[in-house]
């Protein structure tokens, strides 16, 4: 059910991205394009299931969903730039400052994080007052509150003359991947008027195992599987939950987390299995 779930929410949010951008030509409309193939699509589909549970329309559910994941590829167009985490991979592929420029890499980033916007200003995401408060909140969860916070603390550690304790790790990944992924699992509470505290007490828990699990992905994944460098933390002596945890304390962790994002979503009831499963997904997955 998951599984197939998880693919119906892939090819929806690929047609939305490919409508979106269909009027588009040049070269960066090339590598938004080139961007925009391939990925889990978690983010997505966090919108898509929340959207369900609140009755939302499947054609203003697909709108949101593809900003988000708009959004998600501009950050990862610029976060493997040089001046960030200089990576030649991304989903097994050149990413964009080595197949075209760093200029263009830069163009591109930005081009989809305001594609983001537009779709979620189309009138057809839904009425102007849930598309206030989704263009509001996703404006807060990926600015200078959000992610490009997390993303500012990630550069910062870098040269921090003392490695991160837990609580600044936690702060850190709060902004630099809970912020899009909390997002994303309250958009269908937003579009559907409801409330979204269950959901958002969701994509907390979901949003740090996912990061527990990418940082144990980093040590024990498969570089061709994951289709990017690993091990780059390490080499960068960075501070991560596997390092100041330990492996097992951090597997042990992340289950804790699964655990405590399953129990958020009880209200909803069996309604809510797809989003339980995801939960499991996050530290299940081997990319």
């Known amino acids: 059910m998951f599984d197939a779930a998880l693919k119906d929410a892939q090819t929806r949010v690929q047609t939305a991205l490919e409508e979106a951008m269909a009027g588009l030509d040049g070269t960066v409309a090339d590598a938004m394009r080139y961007t925009c193939r391939g990925g889990k699509r978690l983010r997505a589909f966090l919108v898509v299931e929340s959207a369900r549970l609140h009755d939302v329309a499947p054609a203003e559910a697909d709108r949101a969903a593809a900003a988000i994941e708009a959004v998600h590829a501009y950050s990862l167009v610029h976060d493997d730039l040089p001046c960030m985490d200089d990576d030649a991979l991304r989903r097994g592929n050149p990413t964009v400052h080595v197949k075209w420029d760093e200029a263009i890499a830069v163009l591109t980033g930005d081009a989809l994080q305001t594609l983001a916007f537009a779709l979620l200003a189309d009138a057809r995401t839904g009425p102007a007052d849930v598309q206030v408060a989704l263009i509001a909140s ?9 992610m490009v916070l ?6 910062e550690a870098e040269t921090a003359p003392t490695p991160l304790t837990l609580d600044q790790i936690t702060r850190l990944q709060a902004g630099k991947t809970g912020a899009l992924i909390e997002w994303s699992a309250c958009a269908g509470a937003l579009m559907g008027r409801a409330d979204p505290a269950p959901l958002r007490s969701y994509a907390r828990a979901l949003g740090l195992a996912f990061q527990i699990a990418d940082d144990i992905l980093d040590i024990e994944g498969d570089a ?17 939950f596997v390092s100041l945890l330990g492996m097992e304390a951090a597997k042990a962790r992340a289950t804790c987390l699964v655990a405590e994002a399953q ?3 009880a209200p909803y009831g069996p309604a809510a299995e797809n989003l339980k499963a995801a939960a499991q997904f996050v530290i299940s997955r081997n990319t």
């Open 138 to 146: 996703l404006a807060k969860a990926s600015g200078a509150d959000g």
């Open 224 to 240: 061709a599987l994951a289709g990017k460098r690993l091990q780059k933390d390490a080499e960068a002596g960075k501070a991560t």
């Open 150 to 155: 997390g993303q500012v603390l990630d550069i």
């Open 263 to 265: 129990a958020a979503l």
